[in-house]
């Protein structure tokens, strides 16, 4: 009996002892690691906040701490990307840097984003540009007509009035655009110059027809009236005439018109679609029957502009007999503009003429939609419905599909379901841009079990897309 005590301590003592150690091994295994893993998430923290840093702000640390060819790399991806957002930071770069492929970078880059921040530099260098190089006054001189700085225009004629050949065609190019009455007037007299080369006066007469001064349309006049005068300059000097607005103009480019040159006889017509009288008119239906294809083409589309019925029967005859398929698409085009009856329905014909080509047969159909002839609505549908009948027309009705696209409508409705619903990836997916464009509530569900389901992994992402967007 006296033992008993004892060998209860015992077991309380090893009951204890196992408790202990149990307690212990807790410690040790769940609380200590959890303070361990609570540090290295906390001394990990500042690294993941590093990977976590967005692309501009990397890209603000390469402008800011990178090599000059990176930044020069970085600023042409930017404009590839149509990205503007560093703006800022370019801006703040091209005041300190010196390096001649960062400031060039970035004068293009303001240049293409049309930034008006470089205005005063660009003046500024145009004043005294000798210390330049000339590939970066070449950018100044884009720049400038890019952002149509007036305040350029005395410091480009002061530069052609110093008579330095490096700065002369860059400048003239400039002044084309920014300057004004007093520029062109000066423009005119550098024709006196007798070692004016060919290439130089073409480019005065471009820059005269660009600037549209009323005091030197003589000049011009005589240009394209000179048959001893190079035939680009008499060709850009017809089309500038024509460009002022200058009634006395007409009579001379009809004049024009008669030469034996194509050329001329072209830019005459150019500067002639600036009038839309009837004596006008008459002259541009005649040219639609003009034996170089060029001038046909170019009267159809003044004619196409303007809508001149009465050319509707030339328009027709060229869709059908003429050898320059260009010319015989700016007919049709034509056609549709005028909403020709006849006309029209020949280029029904041919949507619907499954032996015709899928090109000729896309271009009618672009035509009839491009000027919304909604009579001719139902013949499309048909003839791109009866594409999903082999897989020979799935060119053909890719096409029909850009068409739907670029050309919304209530009326595509079920033949968008019809390409949502092709085994054709191709045609899903052009299925999916037709749905984006036109919004049909009726074809939702369908594009939501894409979404989840198709096969293509790209379509369902697309599909996904465009229901978030939507």
Same mark, same amino acid.
């Given at each position: 009996? %006296?033992?008993?005590?004892?060998?209860?301590?015992?077991?309380?003592?090893?009951?204890?002892?196992?408790?202990?150690?149990?307690?212990?091994?807790?410690?040790?295994?769940?609380?200590?690691?959890?303070?361990?893993?609570?540090?290295?998430?906390?001394?990990?923290?500042?690294?993941?906040?590093?990977?976590?840093?967005?692309?501009?702000?990397?890209?603000?640390?390469?402008?800011?701490?990178?090599?000059?060819?990176?930044?020069?790399?970085?600023?042409?991806?930017?404009?590839?990307?149509?990205?503007?957002?560093?703006?800022?930071?370019?801006?703040?770069?091209?005041?300190?840097?010196?390096?001649?492929?960062? %400031?060039?970078?970035?004068?293009?880059?303001?240049?293409?984003?049309?930034?008006?921040?470089?205005?005063?530099?660009?003046?500024?260098?145009?004043?005294?540009?000798?210390?330049?190089?000339?590939?970066?006054?070449?950018?100044?001189?884009?720049?400038?007509?890019?952002?149509?700085?007036?305040?350029?225009?005395?410091?480009?004629?002061?530069?052609?009035?110093?008579?330095?050949?490096?700065?002369?065609?860059?400048?003239?190019?400039?002044?084309?655009?920014?300057?004004?009455?007093?520029?062109?007037?000066?423009?005119?007299?550098?024709?006196?110059?007798?070692?004016?080369?060919?290439?130089?006066?073409?480019?005065?007469?471009?820059?005269?027809?660009?600037?549209?001064?009323?005091?030197?349309? /003589?000049?011009?006049?005589?240009?394209?009236?000179?048959? /001893?005068?190079?035939?680009?300059?008499?060709?850009?000097?017809?089309?500038?005439?024509?460009?002022?607005?200058?009634?006395?103009?007409?009579?001379?480019?009809?004049?024009?018109?008669?030469?034996?040159?194509?050329?001329?006889?072209?830019?005459?017509?150019?500067?002639?679609?600036?009038?839309?009288?009837?004596?006008?008119?008459?002259?541009?239906?005649?040219?639609?029957? /003009?034996?170089?294809?060029?001038?046909?083409?170019?009267?159809?589309?003044?004619?196409?502009?303007?809508?001149?019925?009465?050319?509707?029967?030339? +328009?027709?005859?060229?869709?059908?007999?003429?050898?320059?398929?260009?010319?015989?698409?700016?007919?049709?085009?034509?056609?549709?503009?005028?909403?020709?009856?006849?006309?029209?329905?020949?280029?029904?014909?041919?949507?619907?003429?499954?032996?015709?080509?899928?090109?000729?047969?896309?271009?009618?159909?672009?035509?009839?939609?491009?000027?919304?002839?909604?009579?001719?609505? /139902?013949?499309?549908?048909?003839?791109?419905?009866?594409?999903?009948?082999?897989?020979?027309?799935?060119?053909?009705?890719?096409?029909?599909?850009?068409?739907?696209?670029?050309?919304?409508?209530?009326?595509?409705?079920?033949?968008?379901?019809?390409?949502?619903?092709?085994?054709?990836?191709?045609?899903?997916?052009?299925?999916?841009?037709?749905? %984006?464009?036109?919004?049909?509530?009726? +074809?939702?569900?369908?594009?939501?079990?894409?979404?989840?389901?198709?096969?293509?992994?790209?379509?369902?992402?697309?599909?996904?897309?465009?229901?978030?967007?939507?």
């Amino acid at each position: 009996m %006296r033992n008993k005590p004892m060998v209860l301590k015992i077991k309380n003592d090893k009951k204890f002892s196992c408790f202990l150690i149990l307690g212990l091994l807790f410690v040790t295994f769940f609380v200590f690691p959890q303070k361990v893993t609570s540090q290295e998430i906390e001394n990990s923290e500042p690294e993941k906040k590093t990977e976590e840093k967005s692309e501009n702000e990397k890209r603000i640390e390469t402008i800011e701490y990178g090599l000059d060819t990176e930044v020069a790399t970085l600023i042409t991806t930017l404009i590839k990307e149509e990205n503007n957002d560093l703006t800022d930071s370019l801006i703040d770069l091209f005041k300190i840097t010196k390096n001649q492929d960062v %400031r060039e970078g970035i004068i293009k880059y303001c240049t293409h984003f049309k930034i008006d921040a470089l205005e005063d530099y660009a003046i500024s260098l145009l004043e005294d540009p000798y210390d330049e190089k000339n590939d970066t006054v070449s950018l100044v001189c884009e720049y400038v007509k890019t952002m149509d700085i007036k305040q350029a225009a005395l410091p480009l004629q002061a530069l052609l009035e110093t008579e330095n050949e490096e700065y002369y065609d860059m400048a003239i190019s400039a002044l084309g655009v920014v300057g004004g009455e007093e520029q062109a007037v000066f423009l005119t007299t550098m024709f006196d110059e007798e070692d004016l080369s060919i290439t130089r006066k073409q480019a005065l007469v471009k820059a005269l027809g660009n600037l549209q001064v009323l005091e030197t349309w /003589d000049k011009l006049k005589s240009l394209a009236e000179d048959e /001893d005068e190079n035939l680009y300059v008499r060709m850009y000097a017809a089309e500038a005439i024509g460009e002022m607005k200058k009634n006395e103009s007409v009579d001379v480019l009809i004049n024009l018109y008669t030469s034996s040159e194509p050329s001329i006889r072209e830019y005459a017509l150019r500067g002639l679609s600036y009038y839309d009288s009837k004596k006008v008119q008459n002259v541009i239906v005649s040219a639609i029957k /003009d034996d170089y294809w060029k001038v046909r083409k170019k009267a159809i589309e003044i004619a196409t502009e303007q809508k001149i019925t009465d050319a509707a029967p030339y +328009l027709r005859y060229r869709a059908q007999h003429d050898s320059e398929t260009v010319v015989l698409y700016a007919a049709m085009e034509g056609i549709a503009a005028l909403n020709d009856k006849k006309g029209v329905e020949y280029l029904e014909e041919i949507v619907a003429d499954q032996k015709k080509n899928d090109t000729i047969r896309s271009k009618c159909a672009s035509y009839l939609l491009k000027y919304k002839i909604t009579s001719s609505y /139902d013949t499309v549908i048909d003839a791109a419905n009866k594409t999903f009948e082999k897989d020979s027309y799935k060119t053909l009705r890719y096409a029909f599909g850009k068409l739907f696209t670029k050309y919304p409508s209530k009326k595509w409705e079920k033949t968008c379901k019809l390409f949502l619903e092709n085994d054709d990836v191709a045609t899903r997916g052009t299925g999916l841009d037709i749905y %984006r464009e036109n919004k049909y509530s009726s +074809l939702t569900s369908i594009v939501k079990t894409i979404s989840e389901e198709d096969s293509s992994s790209a379509i369902k992402q697309k599909a996904k897309h465009i229901l978030e967007t939507k």
